[in-house]
Every structure is written in C-alpha cells, then in structure tokens.
C-alpha cells in the first residue's frame, strides 16, 4: 500500500469536517471510494476523511446545462485576436525570452504558438479559476451523469497527481470543469504532459512559467506537433465530396493530394503528401471560406476540439509575432489630451454702428 497522499491532507483528519456528509453516504461515493483504495493503494480513512472536506457546487451543473452556442468565426475572433492579448502576448514573450527560446529549440514548437495557448486560455496566467479542483470534479463526476464517466476517471488522475506532487488536494485551484493551472491541464493532461523545466521536482502549472511553457509544447509535440511545419491555408472547393471532408474536420485521414482529387484546391503551394483536414470559417455575416488545417492545427484541436480555438490561436500566434518583432509592447500607452476645462469667456458683443 502506497504511504499516506500527503502530511497536509491526513492532518485534515483532526480537523471537523463541515461539508457534505450526504456525498459520504451515497452508494455510488462509497463504491468509488472502495474501488480507489483496492486499485490505487489510498487508505480509505484517508480518503473518507477528505471527501468529507469537499463541497458540491450546484452551480457547475447549472453552467454545464447551459445551451452551447457556436459562434461565427467573425464574432469568435473578436474576443481573441484583439489588442490587449497581443500586446500582452508580445510582453510574455519578452518577458520569457530564455526560456521560450530554449523551449522552441527542445520541441520545434515556436514561441509565439505557445504564448498565444497561454493567452487564449488564461490571458497569461491571469485568469485561472476560482474553483477548487477538488469541488469541481467531484460534482460534476457525481452529479453530472452525461460526463459521469469522463469526470470520475480525471477525479482519480487528479488524486494521483496530488500524491506525485506531494500536495494537498483541497490546495488545487482551477476552473468549474476542472481545468488547471496556466496552460488549462486537465488532471489526465497533466500526468501525461507537465513538465518540470526548472528542476524543482514540481511540475507547477500554477506558479512557475517555465514549467506551463514546457507543459504546452510537451502537449502538442505528443498530439503530431511538426517542427516548422504549416497550420493552416485557405482553399477554394468543390464537388460533391466537401460535405462529408467537412464533417471529418478532426480526424487526419488524408493527404492534401487526396484532398485535392476530390475537390478542395489550396490557394498557394502546399505539399501534396502532408496530411490535412477541410474546415470552414464564417469570415463575414453570410460569407465562408474554406481552409486547410495541417497536423500542427490538428495538434491544436487536440488541446481544444474545436476549429474556432485553433483558428483563433494560429491568429493571435501571428499577431503577437509581428507585434514582438515591431517592439509594440514596448510603446508607451497614448497620453491623453488635456481638457480644458476652463468655462469660454464670453466675448462683448460689438457697438452698433451708427449710422450717418
């Protein structure tokens, strides 16, 4: 049997539990429970003792009914390739410079691509969730039963890594669905992707840079990243075959010559034998257009399965390199023209003239 998750967690157990006694003496917790001390050598005491500490969040279930609608990409953009991301993103860039450099030389990923992750995510760090990740798993794998299954295996991973980093689990701190840390990880990401870039022994996603930078490009160079290869090109199509290209917009099933053969013609030179997939951007209210997305943007979906996200990193990407390159982050803000908030004099209205 594996030692104990961590000295803070098993303190918890002097400490009176003031949470969810229901969630205790559900069946399905207590089989869950059972199945993860016998499989994953944790002591059940242990773990009755933190599960009495969590606290099921109604509201997460409440965000997770909610209606998902797709934006167009005219208005998804807007929310991404937008002014402060880009400078803030050419300010991350210098800031980190050693370690991106040194990064993008380990991995080929560049480091542009992995600044715009980290800014599409948590716009640099900042916005991270509120959520303990703890809370947030346990609800949705309980309360949840669409993603029961899903959620119940990343609240295993995510005890896991607590014991690997030698943390207490109610430490952890992420978003309503339980992703972690700069990059996002979910719990199964991080076991598999996180790295430890300082040497610390801690693969801190939250608080050390250069572990999150590493941590992104492990993650696409393990999902087909290809060093100094294409994202993505626009391509005019047709034919009777583009409806179901489309719908396969996730899968690398072809060639760009099999693409080709069966109507989708790329609008500047592109290698026949690369692998791509066909999607479609609403560019305009009303308006498509059709693009090639390589396995460096297929690698991107795997980080977030959805054309819109990768479309919109491989945007931002571009914007915050000419960005870094012209120095714009290192302009100063505009200055603001002084009011003068003085009231007009008024002037004396001139003699009348007199006549004669």
């Known amino acids: 049997m594996h030692k104990p998750l ?59 009914d909610k209606p998902s609608t797709s934006r167009p990409w005219y208005q998804f953009r807007e929310n991404f390739i937008e002014k402060n991301r880009i400078i803030g993103g050419a300010r991350f860039m210098r800031r980190y410079k050693s370690t991106l450099d040194e990064v993008a030389a380990r991995y080929g990923v560049p480091a542009e691509v992995i600044t715009s992750i980290i800014g599409c995510e948590t716009l640099y760090g900042r916005n991270t969730g509120s959520f303990r990740v703890l809370d947030a798993l346990t609800t949705i794998a309980f309360d949840y039963p669409r993603r029961a299954d899903f959620f119940k295996n990343e609240l295993t991973e995510f005890l896991l890594l607590a014991r690997e980093e030698q943390e207490d689990p109610l430490s952890f701190m992420g978003s309503y669905a339980g992703a972690m840390g700069w990059p996002q990880f979910m719990p199964s990401s991080f076991r598999k992707y996180a790295v430890d870039w300082n040497g610390d022994h801690h693969r801190d996603i939250w608080g050390t840079p250069e572990d999150a930078i590493a941590s992104v490009a492990n993650f696409l160079v393990a999902h087909g990243w290809q060093k100094g290869g294409p994202i993505m090109q ?7 075959e583009i409806a179901g290209l489309l719908a396969d917009k996730f899968n690398l099933h072809y060639t760009v010559g099999e693409l080709m053969q069966k109507g989708v013609a790329p609008l500047a030179e592109a290698d026949a034998k690369q692998q791509a997939v066909l999607f479609a951007l609403e560019t305009e209210p009303g308006f498509t257009r059709h693009y090639l997305g390589y396995a460096n943007f297929y690698a991107i979906t795997r980080y977030n399965r959805s054309t819109l ?16 390159a012209e120095e714009k982050d290192l302009a100063p803000p505009p200055t603001a023209k002084p009011q003068n908030t003085a009231k007009p004099v008024k002037q004396a209205k001139p003699a009348a003239r007199r006549k004669g």
């Not at 626009?234 to 009777?240: L, T, Y």
């Not at 996200?309 to 870094?324: F, K, Q």
């Open 309 to 324: 996200y990768a479309s919109a990193v491989t945007g931002l990407a571009d914007a915050i390199r000419d960005a870094y």
């Open 234 to 240: 626009p391509a005019n199509v047709g034919g009777d």
């Open 6 to 64: 961590v000295a803070a967690l098993f303190a918890l157990l002097s400490l009176s539990a003031h949470a969810d006694d229901a969630l205790l003496a559900r069946p399905e917790v207590q089989d869950y429970l059972n199945q993860l001390s016998t499989s994953q050598g944790f002591d059940r005491a242990d773990l009755d003792a933190l599960f009495a500490r969590i606290e099921t969040k109604s509201n997460i279930v409440g965000i997770l």
